[in-house]
């Protein structure tokens, strides 16, 4: 907890250039998990049969809502970056307005926070989701080699 009220700190330190950099990671970042949502509903249609087989199809349908939720907070987080990074012009317009910088540097602040806790679910998502695709591939190749006997 500490380590993120000293990175939150940080944050007021940080300057117009730094938080746009930060910007442009956060976008390219979520972009790529936009394009890694494709993958997976592609992932999740070819093995739709044999996760039904499982017998576990209530665990199954809960994926592949959390890729659902994930994709719209994610289009969300995307937006917001966006929307955030219009505002940097209020960081480097040269005038003085102490409570709209004070508010941008809350609102990356805030988007720091939401965007770390994404990533985490994001992570946590994806290695759910491989872990059951890795129990259907074993459990294929174990019938294939039955099937060769």
């Known amino acids: 907890m500490n380590t993120t009220q000293t990175h939150l700190r940080y944050v007021e330190w940080l300057n117009a250039e730094e938080m746009h950099k930060a910007s442009k990671e956060w976008l390219s970042e979520l972009n790529f998990i936009k394009d890694e949502h494709l993958f997976f509903e592609d992932l999740v249609t070819q093995f739709t049969s044999q996760l039904i087989a499982l017998g576990n199809f209530s665990s199954s349908k809960e994926i592949i809502d959390a890729i659902n939720r994930s994709q719209k907070q994610n289009n969300t987080l995307i937006e917001a970056v966006r929307?955030?990074?219009?505002?940097?012009?209020?960081?480097?317009?040269?005038?003085?307005?102490l409570e709209e910088e004070?508010?941008?540097?809350?609102?990356?602040r805030d988007l720091i926070i939401a965007i770390s806790e994404f990533l985490n679910e994001y992570k946590s998502l994806k290695t759910q989701l491989f872990n059951i695709i890795k129990i259907i591939k074993k459990e294929d190749k174990s019938r294939h080699l039955l099937d060769r006997k």
Do not use: T
């Open 102 to 108: 004070k508010a941008y540097i809350k609102e990356h």
């Open 83 to 97: 929307i955030h990074e219009n505002k940097l012009q209020i960081m480097v317009d040269g005038i003085d307005e």
